[in-house]
């Protein structure tokens, strides 16, 4: 198993540029998150998604839009990408089964530096 | 609103050193904490904590959880330059979805 990857691992944008970070799991898991991680301030949830067609907003998900078209893949977008969304991304997958959880599987992370 | 906050946010010692990482917490229906390990790149999971008192514990780390005091403390005996890396606390809230709730971060700087 190939566990959680992220593409691309490196991107470089110019303000107002859009792109997609795609997230791909093949541990069959119904829920992924796409997080942000800047300096000093941990990880921060952007969107989630409980099953294949179903989103969510985070805690922060203003200039951000996913897609669960399928369930081992989520996208992440950003239409008009700003200086401030200069950031390590990082997908997660869970395995749910009842009351039980796992912990969440993350991805190695997309470094995005928009100019 | 949710917050968790960990604290030293840095921490420099020398190996062979014992340290205790602090992690503290206000979250609506806690489930459960967890203390993740982030050297390079993704995070990776240590340990998962839903009980009070009960200390899980690998090799020379451990972890414990007081859900009276909202905290829980992660220690490391014997530092190695390995263990070097960004500690990051999440707590779980029971929501629906496993939305996890991140601390800042402890940044771990051990020297030989």
């Known amino acids: 198993n190939a566990g959680v990857t992220q593409t691309p691992k490196f991107r470089v944008l110019k303000t107002g540029q859009s792109m997609t970070l795609l997230c791909a799991q093949d541990m069959n898991h119904e829920y992924m998150y796409w997080y942000r991680q800047d300096p000093g301030m941990g990880l921060r949830l952007i969107h989630y998604s409980v099953g294949e067609g179903t989103t969510a907003k985070g805690e922060v998900p203003d200039g951000y839009n996913v897609s669960r078209l399928k369930k081992q893949n989520f996208l992440l977008g950003l239409e008009s990408a700003a200086p401030s969304q200069t950031s390590v991304y990082f997908c997660?997958?869970?395995?749910?089964?009842?009351?039980?959880?796992?912990?969440?599987?993350f991805g190695p992370g997309t470094r995005l530096t928009v100019l | 609103e949710d917050k968790v906050v960990q604290s030293p946010l840095s921490l420099v010692v020398h190996e062979g050193d014992t340290v205790t990482l602090n992690c503290s917490y206000e979250v609506t229906n806690f489930r459960s904490l967890l203390w993740y390990k982030q050297e390079k790149k993704a995070p990776t999971f240590l340990f998962m904590l839903?009980?009070?008192?009960i200390e899980k514990k690998s090799g020379r780390l451990s972890s414990i959880l007081d859900k009276k005091e909202l905290f829980s403390i992660l220690n490391i005996t014997a530092t190695q330059t390995g263990d070097s890396a960004i500690y990051l606390c999440a707590v779980e809230a029971v929501q629906g979805a496993q939305k996890l709730v991140f601390g800042q971060g402890t940044r771990l700087t051990i020297n030989p």
């Open positions: 839903t009980s009070s008192g």
């Open positions: 997660a997958s869970l395995m749910v089964q009842g009351y039980h959880t796992d912990t969440q599987y």
